[in-house]
Each structure stands twice: as C-alpha cells, then as structure tokens.
C-alpha cells in the first residue's frame, strides 16, 4: 500500500492561510486522482477538493470555492490543499486520500487515507 503522509496544518488566525501536503512514498498505481477530505468534532467527514492525476481537473465543495486551491505534482506524487481567507469553520483534520472509484465527492470513493493534518482557525 502507499502510504500518505499530509503535512502544513497548525494554528493560525482568521482571514489567514495554509497550505497543506500530501507526499506518496510511492506511486499510486491504481488511483487516478486524490482528494482532501475534512472532518471536525462530532461531524461527519465531508468532501473538499479533488484533482486527476492525469489532466488536472478539478472539483471542488461549495463552501470552499474561491478561498480553497487544490494542485498537484505528479512527479513527486504529491498533492496539495492552499488554504486562502480562512474561517474558524474551517477547524478540522484534514485527510488525503486516493480516488478508487466512483463519485468524487463522497468518501466511499477512496481509499488509502492518510493520517490527517490538524487546522485550527482561531477568532
């Protein structure tokens, strides 16, 4: 199995930004794009960002357009989540995963998650 390790998360201010990490030790043989998920205290995991490997298309949740940019680099197998304009809504873990199959937006879809990076928007 790759494994994936996310990094850049940590405190930060209203207003401001991060930019979160997602490095493969290997190649994702089987995926064919990758995702950020989100999941705060007693909240389900939802839907954040994705992009293909191959093209670059990308998707993203309603709540973060405009503020969230998701990119990649396919020869180091790494992707990555610039956080712009945060919220303290914006508190959570979070994860990186591969796109198995399915539709991009739901957690089913992928697999191989990684150990997730702590964000926290403080007022």
């Known amino acids: 199995q790759v494994q994936l390790v996310e990094s850049g998360g940590g405190l930060v201010q209203a207003g401001g930004s991060l930019r979160l990490s997602c490095a493969a030790s290997?190649?994702?043989?089987?995926?064919?794009?990758m995702g950020w998920f989100r999941q705060a205290p007693g909240k389900e995991r939802e839907f954040v960002a994705a992009i293909r490997w191959s093209g670059g298309s990308t998707y993203y949740a309603d709540f973060v357009k405009g503020r969230f940019t998701i990119s990649r680099d396919n020869a180091k197998n790494t992707v990555y989540l610039q956080m712009n304009r945060l919220k303290p809504e914006d508190t959570a873990v979070y994860y990186c995963?591969?796109?198995?199959?399915?539709?991009?937006?739901?957690?089913?879809?992928?697999?191989?998650w990684g150990q997730g990076t702590q964000v926290t928007v403080s007022s």
């Open positions: 290997g190649r994702t043989f089987s995926s064919y794009a």
């Open positions: 995963a591969e796109h198995r199959s399915g539709s991009n937006n739901v957690r089913g879809s992928y697999d191989n």
